[in-house]
């Protein structure tokens, strides 16, 4: 095998793997709260992006001031989501919640789809991301690992605040038994609220850099990337942080690999994610990291 190609599909798989675990954060921190797949995520990823693209193309913001500003909005959007949707539900079946969740994500999309229209638009570059670093014979471009290196901070910081805050004590507790924390005098649905802002914050995060990495964006980019993102929670472990980094990090790994090593499969890369996360819960039904998740969630 030829070095060389090997660490470069590696840096690669390293870069697509970190943009699915920001993603996937949000997916396992809601479920971890409400047991709610909450299938809008992905379309909250696309409004992020369009966020984005809004701020530097038509505000003229730099790129890191819109990027603060589509988080900023995807958070508004999440709680929004959350208050409009999901909040009058709480004590439904969680079938209803789930039908909700599928009803949301159609919604966004086919509400920026009349806005926005169906077609693909560019999204603008900045130019110190698009530099490429040649170094023994690789080809490293900036953004190849910055994206990483901020997913390791954010994982970090998400840690950080689960379990050295009393919000982090307050989601966990939640996730235990929402009915007797909020006896207990705290005031659940703002806790809810919180995580839900700050999954929704890391998934506009995912979808700047996914539209960055492959520059265009559309209103249905959020289906396919936010079913791998999820598939990348279940594999680690859903309702764990660190596991929906570290499936994140495997479907990326597996997507490249595939298409790197083996391009006469590269027709089944996206469903490649999904095979290897069957023959993973074949083995591991709570996924890598959720044998202790009863004990110690997130």
Not at 144 to 152: A, K, N, Q, R
Not at 281 to 292: H, M, S, V
Request: proline content about 3%; glycine content about 10%; overall charge positive.
């Amino acid at each position: 095998m030829d070095t060389t190609l090997f660490f470069q599909q590696l840096i690669n798989a390293l870069s697509l793997g970190s943009m699915y675990a920001l993603i996937a954060i949000g997916y396992t921190m809601v479920y971890g709260v409400l047991r709610l797949i909450n299938f809008a995520h992905g379309e909250i990823m696309m409004v992020g992006a369009y966020a984005a693209l809004f701020c530097i193309t038509i505000l003229n913001v730099p790129f890191l001031g819109a990027l603060s500003l589509a988080m900023i909005f995807a958070a508004l959007v999440g709680i929004s989501i959350d208050k409009i949707a999901y909040k009058p539900l709480r004590n439904a079946p969680k079938i209803s919640l789930l039908i909700t969740a599928i009803g949301m994500s159609y919604l966004i999309q086919n509400l920026f789809n009349v806005i926005f229209g169906s077609a693909a638009l560019s999204f603008p570059v900045p130019s110190y991301l698009e530099k490429v670093i040649e170094f023994k014979g690789l080809s490293i471009s900036v953004i190849s690992i910055f994206v990483p290196v901020l997913t390791f901070v954010i994982l970090l910081f998400v840690l950080f605040v689960l379990y050295k805050s009393k919000y982090g004590v307050a989601i966990r507790a939640l996730a235990f038994d929402i009915q007797t924390v909020s006896l207990m005098g705290i005031d659940a649905n703002k806790i809810i609220a919180l995580v839900f802002a700050l999954g929704s914050a890391l998934a506009a995060v995912g979808g700047v850099f996914w539209a960055i990495n492959y520059p265009s964006i559309d209103p249905h980019m959020g289906v396919l990337i936010g079913l791998k993102a999820f598939a990348a929670a279940v594999l680690g472990g859903i309702g764990s942080v660190v596991g929906a980094v570290l499936g994140g990090l495997i479907i990326g790994f597996s997507e490249v690999i595939v298409v790197a090593f083996f391009p006469e499969l590269s027709g089944f890369k996206d469903a490649f994610a999904f095979i290897f996360l069957v023959f993973i819960l074949l083995f591991k039904p709570t996924g890598i990291l959720g044998i202790n998740y009863e004990r110690s969630r997130f």
